[in-house]
């Protein structure tokens, strides 16, 4: 089976540029995440995606973070446009409605540096 | 509010002793608690996943327990090696997959 893709896995920018990240899920998961995770701390939840629906957004900020899921499969995560503290690593994971235990595989990230 | 809060926040052990990381929690309604492993540059990996009714899990020298009671888990880590050096996060999930991370407690093996 095949894991959660990303890409890129490294991203260098200048502040106020616009980013992009992709992710493409595990097969048939239904529920896609995308994290936030500053260096030392652990990863916070920025969207929860069910199919092409958001379920959560309440801590992405919205004016300069976007994020789309549009045919239920691959999605991407914009910053538009991007700060110094923006600097961290973006995490997707996948999950599936069904099973014992709904548990998360994470994709290997992409790591942001803001100069 | 759900919370998750692990201790230490790192720790150092030499090659070969045993260490216990700890997760408290305060999440409602409880689903189940997993501890990953997430190796500096990678994505988490998960080690354990425990249920309400389970109140220890092992994976090698990976063992997990879970006192639903005190709402506390532990993981134990037998005889480390230095390919455990990593950062190790307790996840509590609730009910309709939510879930809440700990910050996570940094560990480092030295030989």
């Known amino acids: 089976e095949a894991g959660v893709a990303q890409s890129p896995r490294y991203k260098i920018i200048e502040k106020r540029q616009s980013v992009a990240f992709w992710c493409n899920p595990i097969?048939?998961?239904?529920?896609l995440y995308w994290y936030q995770q500053i260096l030392g701390q652990g990863p916070k939840l920025l969207i929860q995606?069910?199919?092409?629906?958001?379920?959560?957004d309440s801590q992405l900020p919205k004016d300069r973070f976007s994020a789309e899921r549009l045919k239920g499969v691959d999605s991407t995560l914009k910053i538009q446009p991007a700060k110094l503290e923006d600097s961290a690593v973006y995490l997707c994971?996948?999950?599936?409605?069904?099973?014992?235990?709904?548990?998360?595989?994470f994709g290997p990230g992409t790591r942001l540096t803001v100069l | 509010k759900n919370q998750v809060e692990q201790s230490p926040q790192s720790l150092i052990i030499l090659e070969g002793k045993n260490c216990t990381l700890q997760?408290?929690?305060?999440?409602?309604?409880?689903?189940?608690l997993r501890w990953y492993k997430q190796d500096t540059g990678r994505g988490p990996v998960s080690l354990t996943i425990?249920?309400?009714?389970?109140n220890t899990k092992s994976n090698g020298r990976y063992t997990a327990t879970l006192d639903a009671d005190t709402k506390q888990s532990s993981l134990h880590i037998t005889a480390s090696q230095l390919s455990d050096s990593a950062s190790y996060i307790c996840?509590?999930?609730?009910?309709?997959?939510?879930?809440?991370f700990g910050t996570g407690t940094s560990l480092t093996v030295i030989p």
């Open positions: 994971a996948s999950s599936s409605l069904a099973g014992r235990y709904n548990e998360q595989f």
């Open positions: 097969s048939g998961h239904a529920t």
């Open positions: 995606f069910q199919n092409n629906g958001v379920v959560d």
């Open positions: 997760c408290n929690y305060t999440v409602s309604p409880f689903s189940n």
């Open positions: 425990m249920t309400f009714s389970e």
């Open positions: 996840v509590v999930s609730a009910t309709g997959n939510q879930f809440y």
